[in-house]
């Protein structure tokens, strides 16, 4: 007969006395707490830490990189400048992987293991909402340097969350605009198929009813599509004067690149909302002639300003800065600087030394609004032109002003009042 | 000696001592954490691969559902925490039960790309219906809750606290598994994976046998994914990518398929490797998949498997050296 | 919706078919001969792509590049079976998948350390880089066009290879039964070593048609890898004839999804695989009882 003590050296076999021993301690542990002991995580003197999770690997490390260079430079400045609060502070750069649960779970270990207490960056709108998630559980102010609609909504919105970046609603109302007054009636949508996509295309519709437009029709893509011959045929039987490219970055370059090789040019115009330089100089000069292009920045703009910050990033880096790395820069700088202001790390004084701040950090006049920490800022309408030098890509044509707010979705609409600062979300810790 | 022979008198106590000194031998909390929710995971998926002989490359459907249940459960139905996991237990069992279906009569690549075809579609189904699961954007906002339990509300927000939360749920699982794997049904299962016609000879179901197994690894790969979500209080959508699935069949193989330890073995191995050589490289996946490699080529019983094969050779010449 | 744009999508499914095809033919006469499923198939379509745009634009010249990168995978894929798959072989089929899972990985992290993780623009050559008036109805890219006709010509190639040369006749007998191929005294491990070669250089070949049409990035043949596992499975896993068929099927699928559905146009072809599947099990051409 089987001694069932035996059984115990086969592999993976259980004796359930054993097990229901091994139960007991760990719950009984788990219960009382035995072990918990209190560890200070935040350190009251030694540097200031700002943790700043990017996509470093998968399809947006370039951008994820810009970030990273912009955020340096604002670190550096600050702390050439006497540091924040008398303390040097230290960048923690870490890969999210355009995961948005590992950027949670990186936001997790920078804040629990590292104990940062200020949180910066990030890409994609999904990671910003987990990284945001994560900050406010904790209570660590968060400047969000991406594009998101949700970010500057309840019920992700919150004292602690503060937005550097445009939004898609802010983007489709400044481009929307342009297009009402220099383009054709006629607009197609070709939309990348999630929440950026559809925001873009819905703020399109309404800034396009201002201009009398006629909706040609919208055709829904995969995100990471990279073969759009598929959609030429919809588009053309739509007979459309203007074709807007709700998407961005390769599935951007890729369907004007191959828009391009179907002679659609030739009868439409073809708008990029959202064009990233890096986008731009993937595409080549030939894909992108005539495209016309939204962008939140470009080097080589006139403006005080603007030379200052390119002058101090090549001097750092050896290349001018691209989009992102601007949005990182002056979210960065803004962070670091509103606590300086504060006088201390106390989030409803931070909240108060950011709101209704105006600043310049490098393109122009940007306003901070209180009641959802959103920063007002202009957007550029750019003309592709043939590159004389490598980042020699674009012709601003245009600037659209973002001021008394007309391009941003109004407090109201976000479920929040136009006369109050944001306070939701303030945890007691 | 002496201490050999008590070790391998009571393994499983040594393995639960171990589980709780874990979190300290780590660099930090919330990767032991990671480690034991993707160990169960992964010794959910051994069930499918290792115990019935399936390879599956589908089970981010069942850890994903699982994670939505939970969150979904927890933001519209209760505030207790036992409804979340139960949620997602069972949406994880519910389903395999419903992908079981349509791919077990297949075996071999079919299965796995059966399983894959089907698990995509869910993936497919929850991106597009944002309005229940946030689509790419992922369920936010699951709120922290206590745990109530005879009366006691307990607070399990800690880093450290959490942790043995789940260790108690890994414990359940392994517990309710070994008694399951030790039952005929277990024996059966083996008979299934060794030589399916033999075992259909004999009379059984073989498609049945290997559509309940296929639902248990499911339930805790459900279960696996419910605790995530408690973890992350959010839920990715990549939580449904065939990309969780590839994981999940790395760290079974990189750990051993033939134990229960192997899954959580394989679990830390990829996960503080990946942690680890992500803060020195942002090429770490080369060195992942070489491992990997290397792994497949010279190690296919994974770590465990080595090791035991390791101990049971010394065993054998420690024997022959006394009898001879 | 107009005859024009059917008729144009219906061309425009032809030619996203013709990609599909030759991953498809790679991986199935692969899977054919060894029942070795090649995970890394798309990271070798990639290679073929980085291969192609390196000597494209170190030379200039195109058409070199055409031939170049099938041979760089070739190479490759004759290093990879002699080092790594050989090895495997007598053991359970799940360990080349696994393996080769593995490898995809090390080969996209290698070209992301020596090209980066950004786009590499790349370009139809000059002569092919023009819409061509088709039945003076609508304008598709000649490049497109010369995809198409290139798989043909591919196919053809590979057609007369196995139905008339020697070499030919022993690999459809050894897909057919190796033992017996053996017995008669031939070395399979050596046909096998080839095949290998032979249906990475398809993939890089494919890889490198794929680079003025879509951007070239590491991740590239993540993608493309999904997608040309489906279309083995409904054409019949080492089904030649099945890879044709099903990938022109699933080129033209997606396509027509696109026109009346898009949304679905990434979903269409796993319920494409799943419907045949329900059905035909082994796939359309497929044999039963392999890799049960």
Redesign the interface.
Known sequence: MANPKQEKGKRGAIDRRTFIKGAGCATGMALFGGFHFVRKTHAAEGPIKLGFPIPLTGPYGTEAKDQQAGAELAVAQVNASGGVLGRKVELLVRDDKLKADEAALRAKELIESEGVQLMAGVFSAANQLAVNEQCKLHGIPYMSTGQSNEITQLPDNSIYTYHEAFDPYQTSQAVGGWAGKNLGKRWYFLVADYAYGWQLTEGFRRKGKEFGFVDAGETKHPLGTSDYSSYMARILAAKPDVLFMNNFGKDMTNAVKQAAAFGLKKQVTIVCPNCSLSSRMAGGDEVFDGVICGTSFYWEMDHPTTREFVQAFQKMHGRPPVDYAGYAYSGVKELLGGVNRAGKLDPVALAGAIEGRTYDNYKGKQWWRPCDHQSQQDWFIAKSKKAKAQYDVFQIVATISGTDQRLMRTCVELGLDPNKPIRSGLIKK | MAFRKTVSKYPLSFIFLFFIVFPFIVPYKALATRIIIWGLFALGYNVCLGYTGMLSFGHAAFFGSGAYAAGLVLLRVSQNIWFGLLGGLLMGAVTAFILGYMSIKRRGIYFAMLTLAFAQLVYFIAFQWAGLTGGDNGLRNIPPLPVSLLGLTIHIESPLRFYFFVLVFVILSLFALNRILQSPFGHVLKAVRENDHRARSCGYETSNVRWLAFIISGAISGLAGALYALYLHFVGIESLYWTTSGQVVMMTLLGGMGSFIGPFIGAGVFLYLEDVLSTVTEHWMIFLGGIFILCVLFFPTGVWGTIQEIVSRKRTTVKQERDA | ??V???A??LF??L??GMLYVLLALGLSIIFGLLTV?NFSHGAMFMWGAYAGVATASFTGNFWLALVVSPLVTGAYGLFVERA?VR??YG?D???P???T??????M???V??FW??????F??PEVL?F?VGLFGI????S??LFVIGVTGLICLILWLFLEKTNLGLVIRAGTRDPLMVRALGIDMGKIWWFVFGMGSALAGIAGIL?AP???V?P??GL?ML?ES??VV?VGG?GSLKGAILSGIIMGEA??LT??FY??M???VI??V??VV??IR??GLFGKSGL??
């Open positions: 919706m107009s024009t744009a059917i144009m999508q425009t499914g030619s996203l499923v790594l090895p495997l053991r089929l799940n360990y998948l696994l393996l899972f593995g490898l995809q990985y090390v996209i992290e290698i992301r350390i980066g993780t950004s786009d590499l623009a370009s139809a880089n819409p609508f304008y598709f890219p490049y497109r794929a049409i879509r951007s990035f991740e590239m993608a999904v596992f489906v499975v896993m997606s396509a696109t026109l898009p949304q146009a990434d979903i796993f319920l695989m799943a599947l329900l099990p082994s890799l049960e």
